[in-house]
Each structure stands twice: as structure tokens, then as C-alpha cells.
């Protein structure tokens, strides 16, 4: 009978941890794995004449990317980042410049298997006072949405539809 309990109890405890273990609320996702959601030519549309075209391409163990915006068949906007990840933040960073302009570095990370936060990486070491936030969700492999936030007022909505995998 005490043999039996005991192995009732070993068997309630490794079954208790283990119900625990897959419930926990901060498994810690794979930020360089998520990163590849990203790959891909993505096409917004802006306005009536303007599409907005980003194409993701994999690069070494991150992304590199190329942003045209093209009105009326003439190129009005370019730039080229970099997207990899940092293990010592466990954070992916990205180093932008769009022609004309300074460099911008920011940092993001998957808060899901399909969300992710977007903020400069000034901000890091205070990320709820961003000056900027960008809300993405991939809603199925072919679609992102992107909210921009600044000062906690939405900017602007993009949904950007993958035409090639």
C-alpha cells in the first residue's frame, strides 16, 4: 500500500510539473525563428498612385530589405536595411536608411508566434516611453499588418500582402 502511494505521488508530481512546464505563460519564443515570417516580396498600397514595395530577402542568419515607394511609375522614396538577430537581447535589430536621410536602428521582438513590438533602439532601456511604436501581426503567412504608433495615438494602419514567396 506505501509502495503504491509513493508511486501515485511521483506520478502526480511529474505530471503536475510537466502540466505547469507547457502552460507557462513566458516560454521563450524563438526571435531569430520568427524573424523568418518576414521572407518575401511585400506590397502595400499607400494611395491612389502609390504602392509601396518591400521584398525580404535572406541574408546570411538575418534579412536584407529593399523599400521602393513608386507613384505614377516613378520611384519617389528607396531605402535598404538589414534585419538580424542579437542574442545578447535576445532582440532583432534593424539598421535602416532611405535615401536622403540619417540611419535609423530599432529594435523588435515577437511578443507571439504572430505579433511583434517595433521600437528605436534609443528607446530600448525604456520601452513604454517610445517615441515611436510600430504593432505588427502576421494574420497568415501572406498577410502583416502594421500599426504605427507615436506619443500612443495610432498614425497609420498598413496591411502589406506577400505576392511571392
Given at each position: ?146 500599426t504605427d504608433i507615436i506619443e500612443n495615438k495610432v498614425v497609420k494602419i498598413k496591411t502589406w ?5
Amino acid at each position: 500500500m506505501k509502495k503504491r502511494l509513493t508511486i501515485a505521488s511521483i506520478m502526480l508530481f511529474i505530471s503536475g510539473s510537466y502540466c505547469a512546464q507547457s502552460q507557462n505563460p513566458h516560454t521563450k519564443l524563438n526571435q531569430s525563428e520568427l524573424l523568418k515570417q518576414f521572407e518575401g516580396n511585400w506590397v502595400f498600397e499607400i494611395g491612389k498612385d502609390t504602392i509601396a514595395y518591400w521584398d525580404m530577402k535572406p541574408w546570411g542568419t538575418g534579412f536584407e530589405a529593399g523599400l521602393k515607394y513608386v507613384t505614377k511609375g516613378k520611384v519617389v522614396k528607396e531605402g535598404k536595411g538589414l534585419y538580424g538577430y542579437e542574442s545578447s537581447i535576445d532582440k532583432i535589430v534593424e539598421a535602416g536608411i532611405t535615401k536622403g536621410k540619417d540611419i535609423g536602428v530599432y529594435v523588435m521582438w515577437f511578443i507571439t508566434e504572430s505579433k511583434f513590438v517595433l521600437i528605436p533602439y534609443s528607446d530600448l532601456a525604456n520601452p513604454e516611453k517610445a517615441s515611436f511604436r510600430m504593432e505588427g501581426e502576421f494574420r497568415d503567412p501572406d498577410v502583416l499588418v502594421e500599426t504605427d504608433i507615436i506619443e500612443n495615438k495610432v498614425v497609420k494602419i498598413k496591411t502589406w500582402k506577400n505576392s511571392k514567396r
